[in-house]
Nanobody, 116 residues
Framework: QVRLVESGGGLVQAGGSLRLSCAAS????????VGWNRQAPGKQRELVAY???????NYADSVKGRFTISRENGKNTVYLQMNSLRPEDTAVYYC??????????WGQGTQVTVSS
């Protein structure tokens, strides 16, 4: 089992920055990919970015050049640095982890609100 706890959300003006954190605990040795997803009101949840155990990263087109995913192994934490935020980035952001057995785990989410 893997437990994920997100933090770092909040209210920011357009053009501002936030850094989200996803702290993992439990069977973290089995994790092979950690991603950040978001869900805006009335919309489907979408993948924003992910990072693999090998360090490869991938981003949604809508956030390329503005968001950066990274990890700090010593703290079992994955970060999402979000710069140049836009009102359309407003959503609940969820961290998820996939393990080698194909199981997925989700955090409780953190709200990000970008005002215009």
């Amino acid at each position: 089992q893997v437990r994920l706890v997100e933090s770092g959300g909040g209210l920011v003006q357009a053009g501002g920055s936030l850094r989200l954190s996803c702290a993992a605990s439990g069977s973290i040795f089995s994790i092979h990919r950690v991603g950040w997803n978001r869900q805006a009101p009335g919309k489907q949840r979408e993948l924003v970015a992910y990072i693999t155990s090998g360090g490869s990263t991938n981003y949604a087109d809508s956030v390329k050049g503005r968001f950066t995913i990274s990890r700090e192994n010593g703290k079992n934490t994955v970060y999402l640095q979000m710069n140049s935020l836009r009102p359309e980035d407003t959503a609940v952001y969820y961290c998820n982890a996939d393990d080698l057995a194909g199981s997925g785990y989700w955090g409780q989410g953190t709200q990000v609100t970008v005002s215009s």
